[in-house]
Structures are given as structure tokens and as C-alpha cells.
């Protein structure tokens, strides 16, 4: 592994290699938790990155010590030169993923295949197609199980975001786990965030402890198997004795993994995101444009890296609304 510069080493000595680029703010799905009701306020054109500014930015970042960038958006298969993106991508030493809602993978199934992106999280909140409509408010579920299963078939390593809020999918936690019975999939549940017009609410939320509670009373007999951690994990890991898949659980609000971390986030308009929380930003692609070096941007935004969720180390700071002047979902990419 390339060794990390102090650019990207914040005040805790945390490397950060991994980088998750958003291309776009736009979305084809319009789920509940990400995207607010009124839609939001999209940066002009002209503001956004470039293919050619994301590949340069990202070189930098690689130069570095980066060596994992994730696609996200917004939806990143929306990008009509997201195959130029992709394939300038793969000319860096980096291991490459993307995260999509996978209504348009089929289009991109070669392209995929030709950059070496072997790693794709789809979102998928339900199994059931009337649930689908309404958390995405769009008619897209068979559409999206299909590809999920021509991801399988062509053999790439596939996990399933499942956001579980209460009273919409928790009755679905055993129908997914059940869905990894006969194939070699990773379902990760994760606990609904508060994100800018999302009504996030703690009644809501289904806990890392509520979900593992369902999961060993219902394959008690069977077996619950854990596995071990990764390192920089945000799942914790478990599969069902005998199944070929496994699932996780990422606990952001209950239980969260910041001791670990190291990932940085690019929104769509270049501004560098320190934590998934962090009300502040940093705006590189300006510097950029004028030619100027942008690694003493980058290294100031690490080093104002708080240890714990942008400061909100406690649950009760966490759970309190006042304290999310953060962007929406959608355009900070998950
Ligand atoms: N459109 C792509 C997709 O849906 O996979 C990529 C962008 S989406 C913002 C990235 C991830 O963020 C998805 O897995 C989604 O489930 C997750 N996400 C969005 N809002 C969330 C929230 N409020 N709490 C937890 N996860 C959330
Ligand atoms: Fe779109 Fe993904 Fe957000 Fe759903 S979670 S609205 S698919 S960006």
C-alpha cells in the first residue's frame, strides 16, 4: 500500500486513503431519507466538476496515498460521460467501486468490466414493489431487482444498502437475510441519519442492537456466525450458518466507527467534506481552476477533522436537530 501523505493524515493521525466522489446531484430515484420533499437547490453547471477535473483531482488525491475511490451522486450513472470518468479512472493505481440505485447498470455492464470496477453497493430498501414506489416515488422496482440480479450473475462482488426505518422495512430485516440464502451477496443495514429535509426522528430508527435482537431470536437454531472485522470498518459483519451471502450492520447513530476512519468526501461542485456531518466545507475546484495548488486546502480541511461525527461524539448531540446545518443527502453522496 502507497504510504499516506501529511496531507491527508488528520490531527489524530487517522490516514485517509479512501475518497468517495460525487459526480452529480441529480437523481432518477426520489427516496424519502435522501432526497428532500421539495427536491433541491442544484448548482449551476458551470460549477460542477468536469470528467477532466475529477480525474486531475483525483490524481492529486492518489499522488497522495489514496487508493480507493467510490463513484456516488446523487445517481452516478446519470453522468452521460460517466464512462469517460470511469475509464480515465482506471488509469490510477486505485481500486475503484461505485455506489448506484442500479436502475441504469445494465447499460454499463462492460464498461465495468473493461475498467476492473469489480465492487458495486446497490440501494435497495425493499423487496416488496409497493414499498419501493413510495420510498423512491418512482415505478422502477423490477427494474432495479433485475439488474441487482444481472450483477450477481456476471459475477461482481454486490452489497445492498438498506436503510431500515421503523414502521417501513423493519418487517423485512429476515426476508433480506434470507435473500443471501443462495447467493454471495452482502446485505448492509444501516441506521436511518439525519440529513437536511429528510424529517429524520429517533422513533424512526432502527438500532444496530433492535436488528441483531430480530436476527438471533430468528435463527436461533440455525446459528448467527460473526465475522471479523475489516479493517476501517463501518459494517459489522455476520452471516447465517450454511448461507452463501452474509449481512452487516452499520450503526452510525448507535454505535459509530470513527476511530477507524478514513474517508473523504468530493461533492459534485468540488468542495472537500472532512466527515459525512461536517457542516463546513472546502472549496478546491476554484483554486483548481486557477491553477493553483490545491494540497494546502486539503490538508487544512483534514486537520479541522473532528474525532467523533463532526464533534457530535454523544448520542443526545447527535439526536439533536439543532445541531445538522448539513446538506441534504443527495448532494453530499453517501
Ligand atoms: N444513488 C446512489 C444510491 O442510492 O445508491 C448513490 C447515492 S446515495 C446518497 C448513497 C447511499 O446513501 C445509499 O446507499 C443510501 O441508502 C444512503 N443514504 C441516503 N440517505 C441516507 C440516510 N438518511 N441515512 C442513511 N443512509 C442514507
Ligand atoms: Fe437517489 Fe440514491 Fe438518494 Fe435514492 S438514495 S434519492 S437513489 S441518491
Known amino acids: 500500500m502507497k504510504k499516506v501523505s501529511a496531507t491527508l493524515t488528520d490531527s489524530f493521525g487517522r490516514e485517509h486513503n479512501y475518497l468517495r466522489i460525487s459526480l452529480t446531484e441529480k437523481c432518477n430515484l426520489r427516496c424519502t431519507y435522501c432526497m428532500p420533499e421539495n427536491g433541491v437547490l442544484l448548482s449551476p453547471q458551470s460549477q460542477l466538476m468536469t470528467a477532466n477535473e475529477v480525474f486531475h483531482i483525483a490524481a492529486l488525491f492518489v499522488q497522495n496515498g489514496v487508493d480507493k475511490i467510490r463513484l456516488t451522486g446523487g445517481e452516478p450513472l446519470l453522468r452521460k460521460d460517466f464512462s469517460e470518468i470511469l475509464t480515465s479512472l482506471s488509469t490510477l493505481p486505485v481500486k475503484l467501486s461505485i455506489t448506484t440505485n442500479a436502475i441504469l447498470v445494465d447499460r454499463y455492464i ?25 420510498i423512491t416515488k418512482r415505478d422502477q422496482f423490477s427494474k432495479a431487482m433485475s439488474n441487482i440480479e444481472l450483477l450477481i450473475q456476471e459475477g461482481f462482488m454486490v452489497k445492498l444498502n438498506v436503510v431500515l426505518m421503523k414502521g417501513f422495512n423493519d418487517d423485512e430485516i429476515i426476508d433480506f437475510i434470507n435473500y443471501t440464502r443462495d447467493k454471495p451477496i452482502n446485505v448492509r443495514f444501516i441506521e436511518f441519519m439525519p440529513f437536511d429535509g429528510n424529517n429524520w426522528d429517533k422513533s424512526k430508527l432502527v438500532t444496530f442492537d433492535e436488528v441483531l435482537t430480530a436476527v438471533n431470536v430468528h435463527y436461533a437454531e440455525v446459528g448467527v456466525e460473526s465475522i471479523p472485522n475489516e479493517k476501517n470498518f463501518t459494517a459489522r459483519n455476520y452471516k447465517i450458518k450454511n448461507y452463501k451471502g452474509s449481512f452487516g450492520i452499520i450503526s452510525t447513530v448507535t454505535n459509530p466507527f470513527c476511530d477507524a476512519c478514513n474517508r473523504i468526501r468530493l461533492t459534485a461542485n468540488g468542495k472537500l467534506k472532512n466527515c459525512l456531518f461536517s457542516t463546513g466545507e472546502t472549496p478546491l475546484l476554484e483554486t483548481f481552476r486557477d491553477g493553483k495548488s490545491i494540497e494546502g486546502l486539503i490538508q487544512h480541511a483534514l ?4 474525532a467523533v461525527r463532526a464533534g457530535m461524539t454523544e448520542l443526545e448531540d447527535f439526536e439533536n ?5 448539513n446538506r441534504s443527502m443527495i448532494t453530499i453522496g453517501g
Open 303 to 306: 486537520h479541522q477533522k473532528k
Open 110 to 134: 462492460e464498461t465495468f468490466k473493461s475498467c476492473g470496477l469489480k465492487d458495486i453497493n446497490v440501494s435497495l430498501d425493499t423487496l416488496n414493489t409497493t414499498k419501493f414506489d413510495a
Open 321 to 325: 436537530l439543532e445541531n445538522h446545518h
